[in-house]
C-alpha cells in the first residue's frame, strides 16, 4: 500500500475525526440535553470527503431521544470544535446516527446469560451429565463378576 492509498487515507481521516468528536463530547456541551453516555461507535466517510456519518451509542436508553436531538442541534457547534482540533483543507459535513449495535450486543449478552443460568439451575449440565455408580443391585444378573467364570 502506498502513502496515498485513498482507503487508507479514508481510515486514517475517519479516526482523527472519531477521536476528536469523543473529545469534544467528553468535554461536555452546554446543552443539557446531551446526557448520558456518549460513544462515538463508527465514522463513515464518504469518497469525496463531504460528509461524515457519526455513528453513536447512548446510555442509558431513556436518554437517547433527547441526546440524539441536542447532537443534532449542536452539529456546528461540535463541528467547529473538530476544526480547532485538527487541521484539513475542507472539514466534512457531520450528520448524526444513532447506532444500535452495542445494545442489540447487550441484549445478547444478557439473554445468553439468562439461558446460562436457567441451564445451571437444572439438575443436567454439559459438564457434570448423569453419572451413576454401577453397584451390584444396579447390574443385570450374571453381571457382578460374582460366581461367574470367565
Known amino acids: 500500500m502506498s502513502p496515498a492509498d485513498p482507503d487508507m487515507r479514508l481510515k486514517r481521516l475517519s479516526s482523527v475525526l472519531q477521536r476528536a468528536i469523543e473529545q469534544t463530547l467528553t468535554r461536555g456541551l452546554s446543552d443539557p440535553r446531551i446526557r448520558g453516555l456518549i460513544s462515538v461507535t463508527e465514522i463513515d466517510l464518504t469518497r469525496d470527503l463531504k460528509l461524515a456519518k457519526v455513528k453513536v451509542s447512548v446510555f442509558p436508553e431513556e436518554h437517547e431521544s433527547l441526546t440524539m436531538h441536542g447532537l443534532k ?38 439473554l445468553l446469560a439468562k439461558a446460562r443460568a436457567e441451564y445451571a439451575e437444572t439438575d443436567e449440565s454439559p459438564t457434570e451429565g448423569p453419572t451413576k455408580d454401577l453397584t451390584d443391585q444396579d447390574a443385570p444378573e450374571g453381571a457382578s463378576g460374582e460366581g461367574t467364570n470367565p
Open 73 to 110: 442541534d449542536a452539529t456546528a457547534h461540535i463541528r467547529r470544535k473538530v476544526m480547532d482540533q485538527i487541521h484539513i483543507r475542507e472539514m466534512p459535513r457531520l450528520v448524526f446516527e444513532l447506532d444500535n449495535g452495542l445494545k442489540k450486543q447487550a441484549e445478547v449478552m444478557a
